[in-house]
């Protein structure tokens, strides 16, 4: 895994670095399911107090982490604010639809059950 230089940056895993059952893993929870949900349909990457979710902040530290050490997202500094963004250029790439299968499939359960998460 590629190493930060600093404490400002963050280490991500390379293209060829991230694996499918880390990716299918970080998928797997709600709550990181719920982000990537929502980072899939931003505009643009989105500030970590954007997200409200039903759990404490140490445990959506805890998501982001795992979505980021999986390949799922990157995150940067940008000032004070930690900005997310869905890697769906090199998930695409090395896993092609299935991004978009997991979305379509999520979106279909909340329907159905009636939830966001």
């Known amino acids: 895994m590629s190493t930060a230089t600093s404490t400002r ?3 991500h895993p390379t293209r060829d670095e991230i694996r499918l059952e880390g990716v299918l893993h970080a998928l797997s929870d709600p709550m990181r399911l719920l982000i990537v949900r929502e980072m899939a349909v931003a505009e ?3 500030a970590c107090s954007y997200f409200t ?3 404490t902040k140490s445990t959506t530290t805890h998501h982001f982490r795992v979505l980021r ?3 799922v997202i990157r995150q940067a500094y940008r000032g004070t604010a930690k900005l997310n963004g869905l890697r769906r250029e090199d998930l695409d790439a090395l896993f ?3 991004i978009d299968r997991v979305l379509e499939a999520a979106a279909l359960e909340a329907d159905r059950l009636g939830t966001d998460v």
Do not use: F
Request: a negative charge.
């Open 9 to 11: 940056e963050l280490a």
């Open 96 to 98: 092609p639809g299935l």
């Open 53 to 55: 979710l039903p759990v």
């Open 69 to 71: 050490e999986s390949g």
């Open 44 to 46: 643009s990457d989105l």
